[in-house]
Structure formats: C-alpha cells, structure tokens
C-alpha cells in the first residue's frame, strides 16, 4: 500500500471524470444540453443532431451507468491503495470498468449514427 505514481494519478483523474461523467449525464438530461466530452465525436456539429430529445433520453442513462462505475472503480483502487488490501475486488472492478468503457464506446457509435 502507498502512493505509486502514474497509476495513482490515473485512479484519481479517473475518479474526477467518473463524477464528469455524471454532472454531463445530469446536464443532458435536465437541460439537453450536449458536452461534447462523453457524448459525441470530436468533430461532430452539434446543430445537425435529428432528435436532441431523444437522443438525450437514449444516451443520459448509459452516460450515468460509465460515470458511476468510474467512481466506484476509481474509489475501490484507491481503498486498495491507501487504506485496506483488496486485490480481488479490485481486479474484478478493472474488468468491470473495462467492459463498461466498451460497451459505453459501442452506444456512442450507435447514437451519434441514428441521431446525427
């Protein structure tokens, strides 16, 4: 246990946008409004999308589920870190994140091709 490092500083940056994640989810579903960070492609025009509601509907909720198993991937790796040993756990929420980051890149591609 202890600091070490780069991989500390990935579990905090990680931790930071997990809860970015969640205020985006938050802002798209309250006010449709669209941040480009999670959402969309760099190079999309955001004007050109067909159904900013929809959209928002489909994507708000899969943006909230990356966001929350951000933070707790983040807080578990560094529970392991400075506090408590949890190797197990932790492994299994790597594996977990990993997935949730897949399959969260998958729903974005398939988004952004029926709603722009």
Do not use: H
């Not at 205020?23 to 006010?31: C, Q």
């Not at 900013?52 to 589920?65: D, E, R, V």
């Amino acid at each position: 246990m202890g600091f070490n490092g780069i991989f500390n500083l990935i579990d905090w940056l990680v931790l930071g946008f997990g809860f970015y994640a969640m205020y985006s989810a938050f802002v798209l579903n309250r006010e449709g409004k669209i941040i480009r960070t999670f959402l969309v492609f760099k190079d999309t025009d955001l004007s050109s999308c067909k159904d900013l509601q929809g959209y928002a509907n489909c994507m708000s909720p899969k943006l909230w589920t990356l966001g929350t198993v951000m933070v707790v991937y983040s807080g578990i790796s560094l529970l392991n870190t400075y506090v408590v040993e949890v190797r197990n756990l932790f492994w299994l929420m790597m594996a977990v994140f990993f997935l949730v980051l897949f399959w969260y890149g998958l729903e974005v591609k398939k988004a952004m091709k029926k709603y722009f």
